[in-house]
């Protein structure tokens, strides 16, 4: 039995993460977000990038803390049999194996899903890779910037006429990493309605494609290559960001002709409701640059924060395009618990950014990111029970640490 139960939707589901730098990672964030006991497997002789990338701590690194708070940390040297037998009879007692390694890399370690099968009948193997497991570009590997691009976002993301500026990495990593939690979820389902595992093969090249659907699509049946357009929107004008004073900006969004009136009310001309140039969303897409026009002319004398809300009263989708600094701010976010207190290791409080959603039985989140091995004892004695003496020979000899 698991001495790391906090409730949630996946209390007494047990993952074991072989994951590295950020989409891996995110995967199982998500996962003991909702309650799981997610276990990293690591190895000093082979440290994640972001346990190390600009600090001298390797337990206080930022870019790990922030993507793996509420886990448990094992070491295993996993280039040893011994090493890897232990990590067998972990995974024999868990229910979900997450692994994003270099192609090939969990089969020559004789950890593939048939070897992993043969001690866990029923384990669910989510395996992230850029192209996934088959085809011909399956042996290639990549990151964040490769996601995005070969996805095909990164050619729409940028100002209509001018070259694609890029998508921010973040947004690869983390839609990867939701979809293999996802899955992993649909997985737990099914096995137990069947009693059956199975094996996950999650593309992040397919996971970016499928945010663009539409576009596709569009291809498909009419031909057509989508191209960087700023941000406008096929089903929606005005759609935009727009200057207002002090320098900031607001987003507006403008759904139905409804919401089209209600924002001409607002900004004034008692004629601008029934310009036949922007009645219907035919004649505002037809004249979309005179109507931005208008719009910036009309937002850029007003405070953004306050004409969002005056919008938002009158049924107008918008918000103040936030910094930083108003994302830390925003009293909303406090009050919908999206920030979360954690405890660290060390025993230091500090804040962390919580999971996008709220339940009714949620797991309870209280643990900063571990220190490197900081779960051995529990892993090593209380999971499989090895006896004191055998961990004292295990750590002796370099298996663990």
Known sequence: MTNHRRGGPLQG???VELTKVWAGPYAGKQLAFLGAEVIRIESHGSLDVTRTFGVADFDKAPGFMAVNPQKLSAQIDMKSKEGIALLKDLIAESDILIENLRPGAIDRLGLGYEAVKAVKPDIIFVSMGMYGN?????????????FVALGGLSALVGYEGEPPSGMNVRYADSTFGTAAAYAALVALIHRRRSGEGQFIDVSAVETMTSMVGDNVMDFSLNGRIGGADGNRHAEMAPHGVFRCAHGDWISIAVSSDAAWRALAEIMGPPALAEDLRFRTLADRKANELELDDLISQWTGANDAESLAG???AAGVAAAKSASSIDL?????LWGRGFYRPVTDPTGEERTIVGPAWRMTEAAEITDGAPKLGQHNAYVFGDILGLSQAEQQRLKEAGVTR
Do not use: E, F, N, S
């Not at 290639?140 to 910037?145: D, E, F, S, V």
């Not at 830390?328 to 909303?332: P, Q, S, V, Y």
């Open 310 to 312: 005056k919008l938002q």
């Open 13 to 15: 589901v047990r993952v």
């Open 328 to 332: 830390i701010a925003d009293g909303h």
């Open 134 to 146: 088959d085809g011909p570009l399956a042996y290639q590997t990549g990151y964040a910037p490769c």
